[in-house]
């Protein structure tokens, strides 16, 4: 008798233990998501609809503002952020820097929301004009590979032209001086300098680029929770479609997150692709492309294979976006 009352003692305290062990991770449990100053996920942080659903779950959700994809994911590879959002260049250099992330998503092309911008009394007529001009970019953003591409169509080689590195405000600023001739830059960077400064486009990504915003998560984290990152692709590809059918509604929410005009918000809104999709094979080999581009110009220091850092679910397949 004295064995079984020990025995029930040690199951009761056991299954304590593991009831006191859920609730404190459940409450320390944090998606932490990093996002820029556009796109989707500034939507989805509007909307709060992730908050709602993740909280049945136990999960909180915190978000952090960065400057630009590199700088994100440098957030997701020193741990401080699980997720979050760039365009194509910036995950290529985080993978030859051993950054331990995987591609989840990706949006449909946006060729038309980066471009290359000079002033708009700018002599400047063409790209083939840029040999041996100052030009400003963030290095490894998703501009750098419409920089390289455009350069190409125009009979110019990237060492043609004296790249500039720098982050978005600091590109502004420059470009404002006149201390740069031209500027690479995507929404809703692009459009406030268009509308604010009348600042002319010399090629934008049509014809060029897809410009693809994906959608990363940090390996240890999707391998671990599985679920959390459906839910995430699912409810960005709803307030994507929602945004696409409701383009006006979505300026008036944004428009004061980014501190910017409707009229500015709107059209980097319009601009933007909506509808978040699992990597497929083709966005794996065009992504694989941007890779080799950028290894060939010894802009980063190896050649990468894409395919071996794109999620999957651990029993099988890259798991389908449920429809809306």
Do not use: C
């Amino acid at each position: 008798m004295r064995t079984i009352t020990l025995r029930r003692s040690l199951v009761a305290l056991f299954a304590a233990a593991i009831s006191f062990g859920a609730i404190t991770s459940a409450q320390a449990e944090t998606l932490r998501i990093g996002y820029q100053k556009y796109g989707t996920l500034v939507l989805l942080k509007a909307k709060g609809s992730l908050e709602k659903r993740l909280a049945d779950k136990g999960i909180e959700v915190q978000w952090t503002e960065f400057p630009g994809g590199p700088q994100l994911l440098e957030g997701l590879n020193v741990g401080s952020i699980d997720f979050g959002t760039t365009g194509e260049a910036p995950p290529i250099f985080a993978q030859a820097a051993g950054a331990d992330l995987l591609y989840v998503a990706h949006e449909p092309p946006a060729p038309t929301s980066e471009a290359i911008l000079v002033p708009k009394d700018s002599p400047l007529q063409s790209v083939a004009e840029l040999k041996g001009k100052k030009v400003a970019l963030n290095k490894g953003s998703n501009v750098h590979y419409l920089l390289v591409r455009a350069l190409e169509d125009a009979g110019l080689q990237y060492s043609d032209i004296q790249p500039v590195y720098l982050p978005p405000a600091d590109a502004r600023a420059a470009f404002e001086r006149g201390s740069v001739d031209a500027w690479v830059i995507w929404d809703p960077f692009l459009a406030a300098a268009e509308h604010q400064l009348q600042a002319r486009s010399l090629r934008d990504g049509q014809g060029l680029v897809a410009n693809h915003q994906f959608y990363l998560a940090a390996k240890p984290y999707a391998l671990q929770n599985p679920e959390v990152v459906s839910v995430l692709v699912e409810e960005i590809r709803g307030i994507g479609e929602w945004t696409r059918a409701n383009s006006a509604e979505a300026t008036d929410q944004v428009a004061p997150l980014l501190g910017l005009s409707p009229a500015i918000t709107r059209t980097a809104v319009e601009r933007q692709a909506y509808g978040a999709q699992f990597i497929s094979p083709e966005v794996v080999e065009a992504q694989q492309q941007i890779a080799d581009t950028f290894s060939d110009l010894k802009l980063i220091p190896k050649r990468l294979t894409i395919k071996d850092v794109i999620w999957t679910r651990p029993d099988g397949p890259p798991a389908k976006v449920a429809q809306q």
